[in-house]
């Protein structure tokens, strides 16, 4: 398929996992694409998996001078912007009673403020039908027991999708939302448990999602380019839930 020939798409987080995945089908499927993080070695792999041309920046999403520094670096390349996968954040979990203002702080400007204030910076370089596509969580949703700050500011971001919407429509530009379920990235094996605590905490995950299984980074990866192309130019300010039916139970 060819739905994205002539476009130009910036990922944010794009270097591994979901983003990576995305990267590389919005790059088969024509696009030119730019992704950012902040491992300039993980940047480097990642541009020579995707191919297509595909551009990389260091860039850290938690800061709004960041944020501007992005968009001034895509004004210099002058480029303007198909689609936006704002996917870039942090996942930290701790109960009520250990989490800290510093936890607090670091997963709102990396899960909300820097996404924010791209999707600020970003605006001028949309180009009209332009699609915005938001990466949120099925944890904004289900009450899981230490993911009260994260689940908080994915919950933010859903809510920030309806809105800018309508702001947004205007420009002829829309933004969605993916909420992934458990999805099999490296981000499990960042959340600083032991092997054996790691694989039994995705065994009691696994164990609650309806098919058995958890999802893949591809599959993902295809809501997203979905809610991206033309195919979708009727969803607007909405919600895809992606998570094997787990929130369903």
Do not use: C
């Not at 902040?38 to 260091?58: M, N, P, S, V």
């Not at 959340?191 to 696994?206: C, E, H, P, V, Y």
């Not at 192309?229 to 300010?237: L, P, R, T």
Request: glycine share 10%; hydrophobic share 45%.
């Amino acid at each position: 398929m060819t739905r994205f020939n002539n476009h130009t798409v910036l990922v944010t987080g794009g270097s591994s996992g979901i983003g990576l995945a995305a990267a590389k089908a919005y790059a088969n499927e024509g696009a030119r694409v730019v992704i950012t993080g902040r491992d300039e070695e993980a940047l480097a792999r990642a541009q020579a998996e995707i191919g297509h041309g595909a551009i990389a920046l260091r860039n850290d999403t938690g800061s709004i001078a960041e944020a501007k520094r992005l968009a001034t670096a895509l004004q210099e390349k002058d480029l303007q912007l198909d689609a936006i996968f704002i996917n870039a954040g942090v996942a930290k979990f701790a109960p009520l009673s250990d989490v800290a203002e510093a936890l607090w702080d670091a997963t709102f400007d990396a899960n909300v403020k820097g996404p924010y204030f791209q999707i600020q910076a970003l605006t001028p370089l949309l180009r009209p039908g332009a699609a915005i596509v938001i990466n949120g969580s099925i944890n904004a949703h289900i009450g899981m027991p230490n993911s009260s700050v994260y689940a908080a500011s994915k919950a933010a971001l859903i809510s920030l999708a309806k809105t800018l919407s309508a702001e947004l429509l205007p420009r002829g530009a829309r933004v969605n939302v993916v909420s992934p379920g458990p999805i099999a990235t490296p981000l499990y094996g960042k959340l600083g448990m032991d092997k054996a605590t790691l694989d039994a905490t995705a065994s009691a995950i696994q164990g609650q999602i309806p098919l058995g299984r958890f999802g893949t980074p591809e599959e993902l990866a295809s809501t997203v380019l979905h809610l991206s192309a033309k195919e979708s130019a009727f969803i607007v300010g909405s919600e895809l839930i992606v998570d094997g039916g787990m929130s369903n139970l």
